[in-house]
Each structure stands twice: as C-alpha cells, then as structure tokens.
C-alpha cells in the first residue's frame, strides 16, 4: 500500500470538490493563432507544476487561497488549427461554471480565448465591461486574413459589449489604425483612478502577461520593453479590490521560452493575488 505524501499536480490550496467551489480555475492551452513565438499552450500544465513553489499567503491583499473555495479543473483539449471549434469548447464549459453559480479564473494559452469566455458570461450578467491588461491594442480587424486571431480579441469582443465598456491598459504596441480606435473611444487608460467610472459595472479582468516589462516577464510570444513592474501591476489589481469582478483569465505565458522559470513562477504569484480579487 502506498504511503506518499504526493505532490498534487493542481494549482497550490485548490479544493477537489466542484460542487463547493466558488471559483474554477480551467486551463484552456489553445495556441494555434499566436503570430509570433509559439508556446502558450504548455503554460496551464507548468503553472500547476511550478505552484508548489510559492506560498497561499498573499501579503499584498492579506489572504491566504487556501482560505477561498476554489476548484482546479485541469486543461480543457482542443483540436489542433480549429479556433472556432476551440472557442465553442471554451464558452460550454465556462457556462457550465456560470450556469452553476461561480466564476471562472482561466489560464492561457493565447488571448483569442477570452472572447469565448465573454460570450458565455454576458448571458450571465448585464452592464459586462472587459478590463485589459496587454502590451498590445488586440484591435486588428483580421490578422495574414483571418479575424479569429488573439491579434483581434479585443476588437471581436467590443463588437460583443462595445467600446464604452472597455478599459485598456499598459498599451505600447499595435498598428496606427488600432491606436485611433483606442483615441476615438477613449478605451486607453493611464491612471487607476481613470477606472472609477467602471465602478457600478459587471467587470471581467483579462491580464496578458506581456504587460509586464520583459526584463521580468520574458516567456511570452510577444515581449514589448516599457512594460510594468510586478508592484505596479499589484496597485491597479488593489484599485479594483472593491469593483464587482466576475472573472479574471491570465493569458500568454510561453513558459519554454524563459528557461530560468521565473516567468512561469511570476505568473503564479499573480493567479494567486487574482484569487484574492475573485
């Protein structure tokens, strides 16, 4: 008879009980449309892996995760090239999560996943507004001619919820046309208190990982220099401690990029300070 202990291979303090979570972690390693360098699909998988290096404490928000319900459901499996089959496999499982009263926190794989996870979600509450954390706009209308690209989720989802309901920050990269749309709807933000009026609305936080300066966050497809510091990134999540929040994904890790790990255990340390705000 086997005696352990065992490691776990779900993400550190998770329940193993559905029925009593409050919040689903569901990894949906999808990176079929990344225009740059490939990976992100191995990042859910490795995140587990590397979670047992960090503690439950989170010192910025005074939390600790074993303290929240929430249930690690593992990687969602998507057929190879087949964004839009990819998408729907996404939206029925996080309606699954909504339709049984919780929220989700997903874990990318590339951004173009998020879309799915709004189209479930806005059947769920009204007044949905999308928080953006990126390095990028995300506005291409198609992208080498096709428009499910994670270069286009945020244009596809404004076409869900619209402009006004979108918050954009960290921004410093996109085409002049993409930047305009920003200027046009005034969705680019440079200051958490430029986000108060999102206060009384249905918030959903999408954070690509490549918000934050390479020099911290080098395993993503797509790294921009000018990015945030971990603690400047913690200050608007603190900003947003008392807004009505949804759902949260991290998205982008491209943990084999970045050999030294440090990637792969930042974005931990981040799902973990996301629990807290769920």
Known sequence: MLKGPFLDRNFIGSSDDFKSSDIVMLGMPYDCTCSNRPGTRFAPQMIRVESVGIETYSPYFDKDITDIKFFDAGDLEFPFGNAKKALKIVEENVDCIYSNNKKVLGVGGEHLMTLAEIEAIRKYYKNLSVIQFDAHTDLRKEYLGEELTHSGVMYQIAKLI???????????????????IMQKYSTQKFSPAELTPFKDKNIFITIDLDVLDPSLMSGVGTPEAGGFGYLELIEWLKFLKGF???????MELAPDIDTTKTSTATACKLIRECLTLL
């Open 162 to 180: 619209g402009y006004e309901n979108i918050a954009q920050i960290g921004i410093r990269s996109g085409e002049r046309d993409e930047f305009r």
């Open 244 to 250: 009505n929040i949804v759902g949260i994904d991290i």
